[in-house]
């Protein structure tokens, strides 16, 4: 399929693609490339000093972009010696995409970005289905891991039962999703629209604060299939909860030095099991943070600061 006909195929034009694409920072920089049938957009920030250590790769996760990690990028003492890159996954805001993609497609592209970056091994730090595909690249592409950060991850073996019957109903969601795939084909797509998580994030951090029914408030709009939708096609929508679902790789498969921050009151994991499981890791640290299931959102400056501490200790 040539770049032409993939343009057409996927209904958007330039200025729709553009207008999906999340803000850059000072000195950050975008870089685009199409693979699969699809155009990944991503960026890089390179690091400000002199003796660079190596590269950051961040993975967002279900019905998100590459704006997840603006605050993180502008702020972390990361970015002094690790030149930082961010993207929008395949299927999410300008990454479009004409097909569904799965934990293997995400991981060749990250491998293809890295590729384009002249990057051979990163440290690649991933929240829910990031964190879900930052394990498979892991398992499938370890030479390409210096090591690796998991932001409360589903891991099979540490599900809460809320978790645990969302997998139940991954039949159904197929389903949906061919269907929803068949009437794409026809025309039927809808319009979306850019989603900026720094300022959704600058309002829920509001409504933590206060706690009681105004936290339960932040739960149920951030866990929201109707509110997500505003932001993500459908189908994919439903491919992101599919592929979040699959199960865990063999922990023997992770080999590379491992963070694993989990949230010590899961909505979607439990903290204990958890714990169990990052124990069966060959280098596997664990630390937990008070946060339902959004460390970035919920408790940002905590979670920055495990990350670096560990990351200056480790590597």
């Keep these: 399929m040539s770049d032409q006909t993939f343009r057409l195929k996927l209904k958007y034009s330039p200025k729709e693609k553009e207008g999906l694409a999340y803000r850059l920072l000072p000195g950050e920089e975008r870089r685009g490339q199409y693979r699969a049938q699809a155009w990944l957009n991503w960026s890089i ?12 790769v961040l993975l967002h996760g279900v019905a998100s972009n590459g704006s997840r990690w603006e605050e993180f990028t ?11 890159i961010r993207m929008d996954l395949r299927g999410h805001a300008a990454s479009v995409c ?4 799965r934990l293997e497609d995400w991981g060749a592209d990250l491998a293809a970005i890295l590729d384009a970056a002249g990057v051979t091994r990163a440290v690649v730090i991933g929240h829910s289905l990031g964190a879900q595909i930052s394990m498979h690249f892991a398992a499938h592409w370890p030479d390409r891991m ?3 950060v998991l932001l ?10 809320k978790a645990r019957g969302m997998r139940r109903k991954v039949p159904v969601l197929r389903v949906a999703e061919a269907v929803t795939r068949a009437m794409n084909s026809l025309g039927f797509v809808r319009r979306i629209v850019p989603q ?10 509001v409504k933590i604060a206060k ?12 866990s929201s299939a109707k509110a997500d939708l505003q932001y993500i096609h459908l189908a994919p929508y439903l491919r992101d909860l599919v592929e979040v679902g699959r199960a865990t790789p063999k922990a023997s498969l992770i080999a590379c030095p491992t963070l694993v921050i989990g949230s010590s009151a899961g909505t979607f994991t439990e903290e204990k099991a958890m714990a169990r499981w990052v ?4 280098h596997g640290t664990m630390r937990a943070v008070q946060c339902a299931h959004w460390p970035m959102t919920e408790c940002p400056q905590e979670v920055a600061r495990v990350i670096e501490e560990w990351v200056e200790a480790t590597l």
Excluded at 196 to 205: G, Q
Excluded at 211 to 222: C, K
Excluded at 279 to 282: A, F
Aim: net charge negative; hydrophobic share 35%.
């Design 196 to 205: 900026d998580l720094r300022a959704m994030d600058e309002e829920a951090r």
């Design 279 to 282: 124990q069966t890791l060959p």
């Design 74 to 84: 502008e702020t972390t003492a990361l970015r002094e010696h690790w030149d930082i």
């Design 45 to 56: 920030l390179p690091a400000r000093g002199q003796d660079k250590k190596g590269t950051v």
């Design 146 to 148: 210096q090591a690796l």
């Design 98 to 101: 004409s097909r569904k993609a």
């Design 152 to 161: 409360d991850p589903l891991v099979s073996d540490a599900l809460t039962p």
């Design 211 to 222: 706690g009681g029914e105004e936290l339960q408030a932040f739960i149920r709009q951030y």
